[in-house]
């Protein structure tokens, strides 16, 4: 059966001595007691070494935050799949608004940032979500489907090992949460188009994270719905206490 992930998204917060500050208060923190779901942050490209070295990482899984789509070479400032994953990092998010909206990620990179990941034996946590105005003109179903299908090239085996996270772009560090019933019918949809591609058990066994001003006074009602499956969480993720929060409305 599918997991319970709640995964912190730093975005570009932190300094490296922070960030290994931050990351080993959350280690001490899931030490005390057993949860109810799998633990990630995803952090800098800068901090990966420094955080892989100061965790646990049977009690809490590393992830980049994005990787290239080409696999090396000529490409000044980029970081490939495969370098993430020899610092010793197991996720990385991919397709997150910000890099479709501020720099102009697609479809097409996507899938080969995707395809790269997997090879590097990376778990893409792979972003979904409709802007404000795709909500308000009805067509966010249909958005959020186009995002899924663009990696409908993978076989089953590929696919299975992706976790989807949806992230309403009008909730996104806006104080504006979708309500449970929002999220759970945009789950549903995610997992029925899944389902209609790859199977009932894929669909089932996939991980469908909400992401969006999730916060400890809101994650509760979310993951009590039967399609989500946990949070990608920003601004609660940078401080130990509202990131375990979260954590903990899965106890
Ligand atoms: P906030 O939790 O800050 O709204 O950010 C959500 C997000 O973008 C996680 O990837």
Known sequence: MRKNIVAGNWKMNTTVAEGVALAKEVDTL??????????????PFTHLTSVKDVIDANILGLGAENCSEHESGAYTGEVSAAMVASTGAGYVILGHSE??????ENNEQLLAKTKLALANSLKPIFCVGEVLEERENGSYNDVVQAQIEALFELSAEDFAKIIVAYEPVWAIGTGKTATAEQAQDMHAHIRKVIEDKYGKEIADNTSILYGGSCKPTNARELFSKPDVDGGLIGGAALKADSFMGIVEAFD
Do not use: A, P
């Open 30 to 43: 899931l030490k005390e007691k057993s949860h109810n779901c799998d633990v990630v942050i995803c952090v």
């Open 99 to 104: 890099r479709r909206q501020y720099f102009g």
